[in-house]
């Protein structure tokens, strides 16, 4: 498939032209004093978070079997589907690989619709989310890192406070002065701005479309208040369970191909659950990639998208990590032999 002015492109944690170039030195200095790198993930934490996530997907598997008829039905689930699948690519597709580490570039109508489905996502206003998530990168598994599992005591409290954290407490804690100095490049967008501040008229448009929808096409509040129930509630829920699945089980089980600072991981669950987001090891180690499974079995349903957007002509300047940069970054290759992770060759593709 063409792509239209696709690049090899990779330049480890360094977003060209972005506030992440003038700290990357400083973070990594920083973040090795505040906790350095996290041990092997304990037994207990494990086991807890597999059934913080667990447990509540069992759930909504067995409800729409238990009310199937009447208070769930066929309609209610293609809104829940369809839904999860537009509101779930708003965030992996647009807040994260286009805004926070700029994967791949487009037209600024593209930029605001996949901002404002994003945030039907109900995640968080669009800058505070890029600017939380770009500090994750920089202090990746140390305690200056918003949301990770480790560094929150020992013992089984420590263990409880850190799967709570990782999987949404985060949320609840106010942001860190200076949060700002992350999006400076975004805040620079007029049209963006907008989109951020008017977070909560997305957040009641994404739970009243679906509402809407069940109305006008069941004919009657029934249809509404179902379609509100699994097409709004449910489905935020899901989304949010997963993606915030990717920031705890993702940074506990899986593999490490490549090296990385930090305990992330490919999972394949998540892989396929997150559109593609599970294959955390791999972004960790080539974070401006705009394909996160670059083997060609790990599915990445968003990077797919982004080669549609691409072969439609409303996407360009896809980042890949070139065949030597992954050869280089792999845990089997020899350190001496690793690329310089600074250095940019950018290449173009004519087509795959």
């Not at 509101?87 to 994967?103: D, N, P």
């Not at 940074?251 to 999972?267: C, E, I, V």
């Amino acid at each position: 498939m063409a792509c239209a002015s696709e690049q090899q492109h990779e330049s480890g944690l360094r977003h060209e032209g972005s506030p992440f170039d003038a700290v990357r030195a400083e973070a990594v200095t920083s973040s090795t004093a505040a906790g350095g790198l996290p041990h092997k993930p304990p037994l207990g934490m494990q086991l807890a978070t597999l059934l913080v996530i667990v447990v509540p997907l069992l759930g909504i598997i067995a409800v729409p079997f238990l009310v199937w008829g009447w208070g769930f039905y066929w309609l209610d689930l293609v809104l829940l589907v369809s839904m999860y699948l537009l509101t779930a690519l708003g965030i992996t597709v647009g807040y994260h690989r286009l805004f926070t580490h700029r994967s791949f570039e487009t037209y600024m109508w593209l930029k605001a619709i996949l901002a404002i489905v994003g945030s039907m996502a109900l995640e968080g206003p669009l800058l505070k989310w890029v600017a939380m998530h770009r500090r994750h990168h920089q202090h990746s598994d140390t305690p200056l890192d918003p949301h990770t599992p480790h560094h929150h005591g020992s013992g089984f409290w420590g263990l409880l406070k850190g799967i709570w954290h990782a999987h949404m407490g985060w949320l609840f804690l106010p942001e860190p002065a200076g949060w700002q100095d992350y999006v400076k490049d975004l805040y620079k967008s007029t049209t963006l701005r907008w989109i951020s501040k008017l977070f909560l008229l997305w957040a009641v448009l994404g739970l009243a479309l679906p509402a809407l929808i069940g109305g006008l096409v069941q004919g009657n509040w029934q249809g509404a208040v179902t379609g509100f129930v699994w097409g709004g509630l449910v489905r935020v829920f899901l989304v949010h369970h997963v993606t915030w699945s990717v920031n705890s089980a993702c940074h506990l089980w899986g593999w490490q191909p490549f090296r990385t600072d930090d305990q992330s991981r490919d999972n394949p669950v998540f892989g396929v659950l997150a559109l593609g987001e599970g294959w955390h090891a791999t972004h960790h180690a080539f974070p401006t990639s705009a394909r996160h499974g670059l083997r060609w079995w790990q599915l990445d349903v968003s990077y797919y998208v982004i080669r549609l957007l691409g072969w439609l002509h409303l996407a360009w300047d896809i980042r890949l990590p070139s065949q030597e940069r992954i050869a280089n970054a792999l845990k089997s290759t020899p350190q001496g032999e690793q690329a310089n992770p600074r250095e940019e060759t950018p290449k173009q593709i004519n087509g795959q």
